[in-house]
């Protein structure tokens, strides 16, 4: 040890090694996980598919099964769940049908109109230049005709592929739905003995937070769907149901989704209505965002989910990043969940409750 060197620098630089080489070893196992995820991720989103349906169609079961036989009443359930879902998109495509005339010739008028109004002050644009940027569009897609039916036919295998998702998901909540309980219980008897108690604290955390989580988010989306419904219809601009329905999906996706919804719904309105009607929509933009930010979600998310916004935003953009659009749904109830189950662990070492019954419990008790 050189003269003037403190003692305890050593024992600090052991103790930094210590958590250094525990922090690699955390960091790897964390990284074979996620490529795991990564090579299997259509498994993943089926499963989360499966507990969200299950999240909203298991108290319904539950109603009907007072009266019914179990597996009677989860058939009945899931085939009024899917009926539902084929009749709001029958009612989507009917509409557009419908419209279908109306709207070519809408935005033809729309196209003209908006060149017109691009020519005029204050932008003075030189009509030749315009017409310029419509045929370099048509030689674009000319020139890359084989490259965009190479992407058509590639769109129709990632359309085979959310179908088997769709389906992996929709066979697994009807396990979940039916004996969701029983499932929980066999792989809580496979944890140690040490530890099922805190398992059974933080699974009914996690379950908790995460229906919480579901049934807020639906609501919030329907909620928001049905004024951007009403609003555009009011103001005259086509195919308002698609776009109510674009919003509710939309919206699923906190603080980017509905912007980017109404962004589309102020494209289709410039184009059909014109720049007024456009202006109107980008101010319902502003104003959807204040009540589902200061209204909605305080009012029917935060007895469930307890973030901060900055946190959530930064979770949505991390998400998007590793995952793509699945990212930025999963993320904000994945981080949810993880705190739920992190505060209620704390507070159980805390008090000392730990020890919990030994019965099993499952996801019909734990929501």
């Given amino acids: 040890m050189e003269p003037g060197t403190p003692p305890q620098v050593f024992p600090m630089l052991r103790t930094a090694a210590a958590y250094a080489w525990r922090l690699l070893a955390v960091g790897a196992v964390v990284y074979a996980v996620f490529a795991?995820?990564?090579r299997f991720h259509e498994i993943g989103v089926a499963v989360f598919l499966g507990l969200v349906i299950t999240a909203l169609l298991r108290p319904v079961a539950d109603v009907v099964a007072r009266g019914l036989p179990r597996p009677l009443a989860v058939a009945l359930t899931l085939l009024g769940g899917i009926a539902l879902v084929l009749g709001v998109l029958a009612l989507v495509g009917e509409a557009v049908a419908g419209e279908r005339t109306t709207l070519v010739?809408?935005?033809r008028e729309g196209i003209e109109r908006i060149e017109n109004w691009l020519e005029r002050p204050p932008f003075r644009l030189n009509p030749e230049a315009l017409s310029d940027v419509q045929s370099r569009i048509g030689q674009w897609l000319s020139s890359h005709r084989s490259t965009l039916v190479s992407e058509a036919v590639s769109g129709a295998h990632r359309l085979v592929t959310v179908l088997a998702t769709l389906a992996l998901g929709l066979f697994c909540s009807v396990f979940f739905i039916h004996s969701g309980d029983r499932q929980w219980a066999w792989a809580r008897e496979q944890l140690p003995r040490s530890v099922r108690g805190r398992a059974e604290i933080g699974a009914r955390a996690a379950w908790r937070t995460f229906t919480g989580y579901t049934h807020g988010i639906v609501l919030v989306a329907a909620t928001n769907a049905v004024l951007v419904g009403i609003a555009l219809w009011l103001l005259g601009v086509p195919l308002a149901v698609p776009l109510a329905l674009l919003e509710f999906f939309a919206a699923f996706v906190p603080l980017i989704g509905s912007p980017v919804a109404l962004a589309v719904a102020a494209v289709v309105a410039l184009a059909a209505q014109g720049p007024l009607v456009a202006?109107?929509?980008?101010?319902?933009?502003?104003?959807?965002?204040?009540?589902?930010?200061?209204?909605?979600h305080p009012l029917v998310m935060s007895w469930a989910v307890r973030l901060h916004p900055?946190?959530?935003?930064?979770?949505?953009?991390?998400?998007?990043?590793?995952?793509?659009?699945?990212?930025a749904v999963v993320a904000v109830p994945l981080v949810s969940v993880f705190w739920a189950v992190l505060t209620a662990l704390r507070e159980a070492r805390r008090v000392g409750a730990t020890d919990v019954a030994s019965e099993p419990r499952g996801p019909k008790e734990l929501g």
């Fill in 279 to 296: 202006l109107i929509v980008i101010a319902l933009i502003v104003i959807i965002g204040q009540i589902e930010g200061h209204l909605l």
């Fill in 105 to 107: 010739r809408e935005f």
């Fill in 36 to 38: 795991v995820l990564g």
């Fill in 310 to 327: 900055l946190v959530v935003a930064i979770s949505v953009i991390a998400g998007a990043i590793a995952a793509g659009v699945v990212g």
